[in-house]
């Protein structure tokens, strides 16, 4: 009698193992990708990392690079993390800087207004060939010629300087600028007993301007700064006396930052 044929040992051949893994391991490729067009990043990072500790066993940083020898995927997850970061870091940045800009924009806005409201003040007076309001990129300029505010070689402020600084000081009152007021001279030396050249008279009426705003008018003191320049900032020619009434000036500059 014929012997008989003995039968497989049965169960699927090795080579299934290994092909079952790496299709396991596609369809969770293709799931991931396919979740990367629905969610969002922070959603995509956190799935990933999630599934490389539950299936790969991979610590943060590491990669899933080997599967029996086999390379499969590579999921460099400190770079991922890396990348959002610097995704949140640009959108802090963007948002600071939108804030920067908001505010520079209301400053800018301010300063805008102070300027129309003087001019229209200004105008509205008989004095306004006399006041030059020029607008910098850093600053909003109200030049005064002198002889509004000082008689000759005097520092003390003359009634028709005081209803003008008045005026000003309504409209200095809405902005938190910092203020340089500046006095200036023509090229003339100063005949007077109290002030020795022209330094020190252009120096007295800026400090007198800033006194009336600060103790008549109540205005910040820590806003303001005094100074005087004498004759070494001219705006025209002080051979002519056209030219020398420009140069005797009081400057009152409002700085935007």
């Excluded at 800009?101 to 409201?117: L, N, S």
């Excluded at 002198?146 to 009152?173: C, H, P, Q, Y």
């Excluded at 700064?225 to 020398?244: F, H, L, Q, V, W």
Aim: overall charge negative.
């Amino acid at each position: 009698m014929a012997r008989r044929r003995e039968r497989d040992s049965g169960g699927s051949p090795e080579w299934m193992t290994t092909y079952s893994d790496m299709v396991t391991l596609l369809l969770c490729f293709f799931i991931m990708l396919f979740a990367m067009s629905t969610v969002d990043k922070a959603t995509f990072y956190e799935m990933a990392e999630s599934l490389a500790n539950s299936l790969i066993k991979l610590n943060g940083g590491d990669s899933i690079l080997e599967h029996s020898g086999t390379s499969i995927i590579a999921l460099d997850f400190a770079e991922m993390r890396r990348i959002q970061n610097e995704d949140k870091e640009n959108l802090i940045q963007d948002a600071e800087a939108m804030v920067v800009d908001a505010e520079q924009q209301i400053k800018d806005r301010k300063i805008d207004a102070v300027k129309e409201t003087i001019r229209e003040s200004m105008d509205e007076s008989d004095i306004s060939d006399k006041i030059n309001i020029t607008e910098e990129h850093d600053f909003l300029l109200i030049s005064l010629e002198s002889e509004v505010f000082f008689d000759s070689g005097s520092a003390e402020i003359r009634n028709d300087g005081v209803k003008v600084l008045t005026s000003i000081a309504e409209v200095l009152r809405t902005v938190e600028n910092e203020i340089i007021v500046s006095g200036h001279t023509d090229n003339v030396p100063i005949k007077s007993a109290k002030y020795d050249s022209n330094w020190e008279l252009s120096t007295a009426r800026a400090t007198n301007v800033v006194r009336y705003f600060v103790e008549e008018e109540n205005l910040d003191p820590e806003l303001f700064t005094a100074t005087g320049n004498g004759e070494y900032r001219p705006i025209a020619d002080n051979s002519t006396s056209e030219g020398r009434q420009k140069n005797r000036r009081i400057e009152i500059k409002i700085l935007k930052d």
